[in-house]
């Protein structure tokens, strides 16, 4: 509506100015002129008074829509006159579980599904989303934010299609939750005929490498990967290739999900978090390459463990360039109690070599008990305690 009165105010004052010109070859464009103006007018006052009760007092009362809301909706469904569509169409959402909110929100999102053929649009992309495995409240949760797609765009051109091609690359884990994680991340993967998008971009992926189990690890992280303009993919991997990753690396994928996952702002605060410490930027591109998901961890948690490793444990640059991934381990949980009980070992000399730090730090938690806490039987119970013990006065903070 203001856009409408925008456009007539706008005209009106170009018509001032052509009515000021003198008659000639403008008089047939300023009366060509003056009837669009008045066309739009007598349209906007129409539109105006254009409501649809009927549907406006359904979505009202029993959707619950705020006014506002279900005006915009009825007026984009002026065509509908009767609620019987409606409530069919909402029948049958709460036939397969869905909740109100959820039934709102896809009608919010996707208004056309109030007029869709129950038999023919609507149930058959149910169907769909069921044997791919995304069932009761998954499937409640996924529709009502994915409308748009999910139930809007065609069953036989696009959806069948796309899901098709992706299906040999998913390679499925035991929960079979992850067409629901794909679709949730990004339902544009499956937004418009494959052969636009979808298979340039997975033939490209694997022609740099990126195959099997990294291929379809990637599609459950980085969906959107799938889904974007092939130059642009082809970009982030220039910008990897650049950094010195190479294609018979298995980092170059870890490399690309951290990059495309990221701002270039975000990557250069990072940086130069990493050079304040003292580290070249040649090293932080080694530590880059080495872990990048480094990179996707806050700068408050970075800025922690560098304070940490090389102040308080006194490491040199060279072992975090090295070792990246220590900084990457949780300090409360992880790195803060075993250090007390690496302390420990050292002081009492119960190792006649004294453990490598970073073999502490980085193995699994029964191994580390096993090797670094029971094995000492005469010492174990001050072990766990130095271990145990730093722990419970966190939680107790």
């Not at 051109?157 to 040999?168: Q, T, W, Y």
């Amino acid at each position: 509506m203001i856009s409408i009165q925008l456009c007539c105010r706008s005209l009106s004052t170009h018509l001032h100015h052509l009515y000021s010109l003198p008659t000639g070859p403008f008089s047939s464009f300023r009366i060509s002129l003056s009837s669009l103006s008045q066309v739009i007018t007598k349209r906007s006052a129409q539109n105006a008074h254009q409501e649809n009760p009927v549907l406006l007092n359904y979505l009202i009362n029993k959707l619950d829509f705020p006014k506002p809301k279900a005006l915009a909706i009825s007026n984009r469904l002026h065509w509908v006159r009767s609620v019987e569509k409606p409530e069919l169409t909402v029948n049958f959402f709460k036939s397969i579980g869905f909740t109100d909110p959820q039934i709102q929100s896809a009608v919010y999102n996707a208004p056309q599904i109030l007029a869709a053929d129950i038999e023919k649009i609507l149930k058959p992309k149910i169907q769909l989303l069921q044997e791919l495995g995304i069932t009761s409240s998954d499937l409640g949760r996924l529709v009502s934010t994915k409308a748009v797609i999910l139930l809007t765009r065609s069953l036989d051109r696009i959806l069948k299609p796309s899901i098709e091609v992706l299906n040999k690359v998913l390679i499925k884990g035991p929960d079979n939750g992850d067409w629901f994680r794909v679709l949730r991340r990004c339902d544009w993967v499956i937004y418009g005929p494959p052969h636009l998008r979808l298979v340039p971009n997975i033939s490209y992926l694997q022609s740099v490498g990126i195959v099997g189990s990294q291929l379809s690890s990637l599609l459950k992280r980085q969906p959107h990967l799938f889904a974007m303009p092939e130059s642009r993919l082809k970009q982030l991997v220039s910008e990897l290739m650049d950094i010195g990753f190479s294609t018979d690396s298995r980092m170059l994928v870890h490399g690309l999900h951290t990059l495309s996952s990221m701002s270039q702002e975000s990557m250069s605060r990072k940086l130069l978090l990493l050079q304040s410490s003292g580290l070249s930027k040649s090293e932080c591109m080694v530590m880059f390459r080495r872990a990048p998901a480094l990179f996707r961890v806050s700068e408050k948690k970075i800025r922690l463990g560098l304070e940490f490793f090389l102040e308080k444990v006194k490491l040199k640059n060279s072992t975090l360039v090295q070792y990246p991934t220590l900084l990457m381990f949780s300090m409360e949980e992880r790195v803060i109690p075993r250090y007390q009980v690496f302390q420990l070992i050292k002081s009492k000399k119960l190792m006649k070599k004294d453990p490598h730090f970073y073999d502490v730090m980085r193995v699994t938690e029964q191994v580390f008990l096993e090797k670094y806490v029971s094995r000492f039987t005469e010492n174990a119970e001050e072990l766990l305690k130095a271990y145990k013990g730093h722990r419970l006065d966190l939680g107790e903070e």
